[in-house]
């Protein structure tokens, strides 16, 4: 919704697609969502600039993919891949070459479940995750 005119705009023109996991850059310039557009199983991750209205796939990997937060600069975004109902691996993009890497490599049968996330204080927010072991 523009603020301006209070008109609305769609991000998508398929209803079939599920959106969600929104996440703000500290800017309020953009904010990152995942989307189901390319199956009906895997989300991808999107960043949407307010400005010129667009939208560009920052990771399109197979699998539930899901933003977390932007790094404090705007210029890389945490993403959590959702691997089972109790793992989680975490990756960072950069966005402005798009490559990603694994920030939290599951050691052999070690990966991290994420409880959730909420505001650490005006200056940083605290992901909530516990070690898994045991598990693939």
Known sequence: ???SSGA???????????HGAVVWRRDSKAFAFHAN????DDFAVYVR????????NVLAEL???????????????????????SATR???????????RE???AEEGRLLGLLGQ???????RILLAWPRFGRK
């Open 63 to 85: 699998g539930y993919y899901s933003p977390v937060d932007f790094s404090s600069d705007g210029r890389r975004l945490m993403v959590a891949k959702m691997v089972s109902s």
């Open 1 to 3: 919704i523009r603020a």
């Open 37 to 40: 557009d390319r199956s009906e």
């Open 103 to 105: 920030i939290t490599p």
């Open 8 to 18: 609305s705009e769609p991000i998508s023109n398929n209803p079939e697609v599920v």
């Open 49 to 56: 600039e307010i400005a010129g209205g667009t939208t560009r």
């Open 118 to 124: 909420g505001p650490l204080s005006r200056l940083g």
């Open 90 to 100: 975490f990756y960072e993009v950069d966005l402005g070459t798009l490559a990603a």
